[in-house]
Nanobody, 127 residues
Framework: QVQLVESGGGLVQAGGSLRLSCAASGRTINRYAMGWFRQAPGKEREFVAAITWGGGTTYYSDSVKGRFTMSRDNAKNTVYLQMNSLDSEDTAVYYC????????????????????WGQGTQVTVSS
């Protein structure tokens, strides 16, 4: 069983940047696609970004495309989410997750396809 711990959240002004990290332990994640999701108060959890097991391909929601960049360092068992040009709509708890099966990435936008989740890190953007 893999454990995921997110970090890097905080309070930032609109237009600012944050870099989230997600450190995995208990199992290597180098065979698993990874995803970032977020959940704002009163809203459902939504897809933000995903990356294939080798890091060669990334996917983004339309709302963050061009502003967020997801990457991974398999040697460190860690994935990252660089967030630029933040605005108040980005305020949410951000979660990282592992895809449920090795070498899978199908339907990456559906949270049901991710098996292990971190506890989340709060991102608050002040306008």
């Amino acid at each position: 069983q893999v454990q995921l711990v997110e970090s890097g959240g905080g309070l930032v002004q609109a237009g600012g940047s944050l870099r989230l990290s997600c450190a995995a332990s208990g199992r290597t994640i180098n065979r698993y696609a990874m995803g970032w999701f977020r959940q704002a108060p009163g809203k459902e959890r939504e897809f933000v970004a995903a990356i294939t097991w080798g890091g060669g391909t990334t996917y983004y929601s339309d709302s963050v495309k061009g502003r967020f960049t997801m990457s991974r360092d398999n040697a460190k068992n860690t994935v990252y989410l660089q967030m630029n040009s933040l605005d108040s709509e980005d305020t949410a708890v951000y979660y990282c997750a592992t895809y449920k099966t090795p070498f899978g990435i199908r339907d990456f936008g559906d949270a049901k396809n991710f098996g292990s989740w971190g506890q989340g890190t709060q991102v608050t953007v002040s306008s």
